[in-house]
């Protein structure tokens, strides 16, 4: 693996597992050569006639001329006695999947104390972040905060101020719900045209997990919250970047914002906001305050520090946009996607994410010719409001270059733009909520880039 080349920004080739879906190699996976040829010839095959990317579709694979010997070789694990139990009692990914992890992105200064780690959405399937790839964004570091000790109080307009200790939450009623979160800076260096390698670090700051807690206004009734007058509440982390953010109380008389401890089945990671997080459904990551300590309500926006000069979105004519929450319309490839390479001509599953701040995605369409035509792409079950949605699209590649993008459309009717419709409105200086249409160049050497097309 060449960890030292991407670091360098010299080489765009991916840091990956050595082989994802599809028969797209990763480029560093020297040394499985058998491997490869075996899906080079098969997908040669496949590309041979034309109807068999359908027989491909349905689960017929082409076989390598003369078969593969290596079926018949009985290799140790089907004669010798497998291992007992795991010893650890909480298990982990098998050791041949060591280069799946989440990175720092070589498009921002590397620090040793890191600050945000990206989620490798090039090898993931479905929906659902592993909770142990969830993207991280600390302001201040992270902690590991004793459960026991931890405490969560309402003040502010309040019948009664109340401090609730982790078991009396866990008492109450209970909701599951899968999410997307983003951070509002993902994509943000494409947006300074500054083209990052893989789709790791041009969409990383991105998951989707199924959170579990207590809607913040089952918490807010408790309390005697006065819901007329009270438009606004502040929610406080309890680490030391005093991350405050100012929550509309529409979003929690919905009912959709939940106090949450639970990520996909177990208590949330320390990295994630151990013991307790603030989940703010299609609004960017940062109002999902984490290490949550105190809900305050109140009748106007707080105009906290990470609201009121950061957060904000510089426009065209000098002036900024200020509570700009909503996560719009996006969605992207992830593969094919930059760093990985196509083998040969022929059948490719083209993949991706789609997620809308205001709902379910709609549609998704896809073009291999830079958005000169488009087809629609098969969104795959479930599609959820506010989750992330999983589409995909049979391709034959005829090995010659493909400009590879995916374009969203939310049940509101919100398109995702291309980015000379994103600079038009916004400008080219802004740093959060880009949310463009991206672009990914197949190469005739099949290898794949992030480029962006006007
Ligand atoms: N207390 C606290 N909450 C926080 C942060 C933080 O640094 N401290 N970072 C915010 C930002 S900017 C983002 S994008 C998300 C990241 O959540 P994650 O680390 O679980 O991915 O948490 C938000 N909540
Ligand atoms: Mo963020």
């Not at 819901?227 to 009912?255: C, H, Q, W, Y």
């Not at 949310?435 to 190469?443: F, G, P, R």
């Amino acid at each position: 693996m060449k960890e030292d080349s991407i670091n360098s920004g010299r080489v765009q080739k991916a840091p990956e597992n050595f082989l994802t879906q599809s028969g797209i190699k990763e480029v560093f996976a020297e040394g499985k050569k058998g491997r490869r040829d075996f899906i080079r010839n098969a997908f040669a095959a496949a590309a041979a006639g034309a109807a068999a990317p359908m027989a491909m579709a349905q689960g017929n694979p082409v076989p390598t001329e003369g078969g593969d010997p290596n079926i018949l070789n009985l290799p140790e694990h089907a004669t010798g006695l497998g291992q007992g139990v795991a010893v650890e009692g909480y298990g982990k990914p098998s050791k041949f999947e060591a280069n799946l992890q989440r990175r720092q992105s070589p498009g921002l200064t590397q620090t040793t104390q890191a600050s945000v780690s990206f989620a490798p959405l090039q090898s993931l399937f479905g929906i659902v972040t592993p909770s142990g790839l969830h993207f991280e964004r600390h302001h201040q570091g992270w902690w590991d905060i004793d459960p026991s000790k931890h405490r969560f109080m309402i003040n502010g307009m309040v019948k009664k101020n109340m401090v609730l200790t982790m078991d009396e939450i866990m008492r109450l009623p209970s909701v599951s719900r899968f999410h997307f979160i983003e951070c509002g800076a993902n994509t943000a260096v494409d947006w300074g045209n500054v083209a990052v390698p893989t789709v790791q670090y041009t969409h990383g700051m991105l998951s989707c997990s199924e959170f579990t807690g207590v809607p913040l206004i089952t918490l807010l009734e408790l309390a005697g919250a006065d819901l007329k007058n009270g438009k606004f509440v502040l929610a406080e982390g309890g680490d030391g970047s005093s991350m405050t953010r100012t929550i509309p109380m529409s979003l929690i008389t919905s009912g959709e914002v939940l106090v949450a401890y639970g990520q996909n089945g177990e208590m949330l990671r320390p990295e994630n906001g151990y013991p307790l997080r603030l989940i703010v459904p299609g609004v960017q990551g940062v109002s999902w305050v984490k290490y949550l300590r105190r809900i305050e309500v109140g009748d106007k926006p707080y105009a906290a520090k990470d609201e009121a000069i950061h957060y904000i979105d510089l426009q065209p004519g000098g002036l900024h946009r200020q509570y700009t929450n909503l996560q719009e319309v996006k969605s992207v490839v992830t593969t094919p996607s930059g760093g990985q390479v196509l083998l040969d001509k022929g059948f490719y599953n083209i993949t991706g994410l789609a997620w809308s701040g205001k709902g379910k995605i709609q549609r998704v369409d896809v073009s291999v010719d830079g958005g000169r035509n488009w087809r629609q792409a098969r969104l795959e079950t479930p599609v959820l409001s506010k989750a992330l949605t999983r589409f995909n699209l049979d391709w034959v590649w005829d090995g010659k270059p493909a400009i590879i993008q995916s374009r969203a459309q939310d049940e509101t009717g919100h398109v995702q733009p291309t980015y000379q419709q994103l600079r038009g409105v916004r400008g080219t200086r802004s740093i959060y909520h880009n949310n463009a249409i991206q672009s990914w160049l197949v190469q005739e050497n099949g290898e794949v880039k992030n480029v962006q097309v006007s």
